[in-house]
């Protein structure tokens, strides 16, 4: 039998291919001038995983066309009628088909389809080429195709490489040892022995500090500090506006002096005038009441300006977030904290909880130095849940650092793993899933 002279040129493109696309587009293209066809279709995968790859005179498939929804639904139920080899059929070789594939098939194909499966060495069917002809091809046609698609067939096996295993083939492939082995380990791992942990956002504060409050109500004035420097015992802070002290301390010094001239007249009085006499108890009790208003107010005047009581680094934000505006008696302004007790505040949000004893090891991530965490231990945890910055219903934690640290800055953020007790690891993977189901159940 001789052989058909457009074979060797088929082959000759099938392994010049680069990958499955090229293949594709050349069995789908390549080959009219053999089969003379209406259009040739390619699909990728057997069975249900089947799905169309290539159409001839198309480089790109319409996904939303008529015509591709109804290949797409009728090729998974069309396939095993060639069973699984090289079959011409038509639609007097379907007398039950549905409506749906006489009327498509009426519209869109003419007389038959002609499919060929490309298979890998070992049978499993890699894809199909299936051509629409108006008439069934000869023999020798058909012995052609035939030696034509075991060369598809081998650029296809080669083109998509070494097939990935299946989890369900690797196991009906293990022994029977095997298999108990794995599923020994698999009911073992759950038991593997883990440290609870949890992650939680954290900043590094100063666990010995004096807040730094206002004396009296009043509008802050001038703010003598900067952020985060070290000031000295007596230093001046801050101060408020003592405009309406000192017009007060004006207004009662005159009142004072008018006090003391009208006791001083009722005294002289008093020598001829009995009524004077009398008055002279009143007017000392009132001379006496403006004085103690203007002691009051020197001492408040005093107390107009804050001065450190001790060393210490002053712990706020910003002076213009103060400047100008009025604040109450015991109001914070700012901190001012001992630069060597530095310690970290961890806000632990509810749902992430654990049971943590006293001494539980913290690592600290800092923003600034992520590769280079900070040892800690915590000392103190709080009893009732506060909202957080964010406004998340949080724990709130102090750790103090095992060694001295010279990074940890007052005021650096960063991220605190803190490690809890021990437990088996089907627990800790599970505990939330387990807390959010009896959320939802009530059990």
Request: charged share 25%; with cysteine; hydrophobic share 45%.
């Amino acid at each position: 039998m001789s052989k058909h002279p457009l074979i060797a040129q088929l082959e000759a493109r099938a392994r010049a291919a680069l990958n499955l696309k090229e293949l594709c587009f050349s069995i789908a293209n390549d080959s009219y001038g053999l089969l003379n066809f209406r259009q040739a279709l390619v699909f990728a995968g057997d069975g249900k995983d089947g799905r169309l790859q290539t159409i001839s005179g198309l480089a790109r498939l319409a996904e939303d066309s008529p015509y591709l929804l109804w290949l797409k639904r009728i090729w998974p139920g069309l396939q095993p009628h060639f069973g699984g080899k090289p079959a011409w059929l038509t639609l007097k070789h379907l007398p039950d088909a549905p409506d749906e594939w006489r009327e498509g098939w009426q519209e869109w194909w003419p007389e038959g389809v002609y499919a060929l499966p490309l298979a890998r060495r070992d049978g499993v069917i890699l894809g199909w080429a299936c051509f629409l002809l108006d008439s069934p091809p000869s023999d020798a046609l058909h012995q052609a195709t035939l030696q034509l698609s075991q060369s598809w067939s081998y650029s296809w096996e080669m083109l998509a490489g070494t097939p990935r295993r299946g989890l369900r083939s690797r196991w009906r492939a293990m022994s029977r040892t095997r298999r108990t082995l794995v599923l020994c380990c698999l009911l073992l791992i759950p038991l593997i022995p883990v440290r609870q942990s949890i992650l939680a956002p954290a900043e590094v504060v100063a666990l010995d500090a004096t807040l730094v409050t206002s004396p009296m109500d009043g509008v802050v004035e001038t703010i003598h500090v900067q952020p985060n420097v070290a000031v000295q015992a007596g230093q001046l802070l801050f101060s408020l506006d003592d405009t309406v002290l000192r017009n007060r301390l004006a207004v009662l010094t005159q009142s004072v002096a008018v006090a003391d001239a009208e006791l001083q007249a009722s005294t002289q009085r008093a020598f001829d005038d009995m009524r004077s006499k009398a008055e002279l108890s009143l007017l000392s009790g009132r001379a006496h009441e403006r004085r103690a208003e203007l002691e009051a107010v020197r001492a408040q005047l005093e107390r107009v300006k804050v001065r450190a009581e001790h060393e210490g680094i002053a712990v706020f934000a910003d002076a213009d977030d103060y400047l100008g505006r009025p604040v109450s008696t015991g109001e914070r302004i700012m901190k001012l904290a001992n630069p060597d007790s530095a310690g970290v505040l961890i806000e632990v949000p509810v749902a992430d909880a654990l049971i943590l004893d006293t001494g539980a090891d913290v690592k600290l991530f800092l923003t600034v130095r992520p590769l280079s965490p900070l040892r800690a231990s915590v000392f103190e945890s709080s009893y009732q849940a506060t909202l957080s910055d964010e406004q998340v219903a949080s724990y709130r934690l102090k750790a103090e650092f095992i060694e001295t640290e010279s990074h940890a800055r007052i005021g650096l953020r960063g991220t605190a793993k803190v490690y809890g007790q021990w437990t088996v690891l089907g627990y800790y993977l599970l505990r939330r899933p387990f807390a959010r189901l009896r959320e939802w159940t009530g059990w």
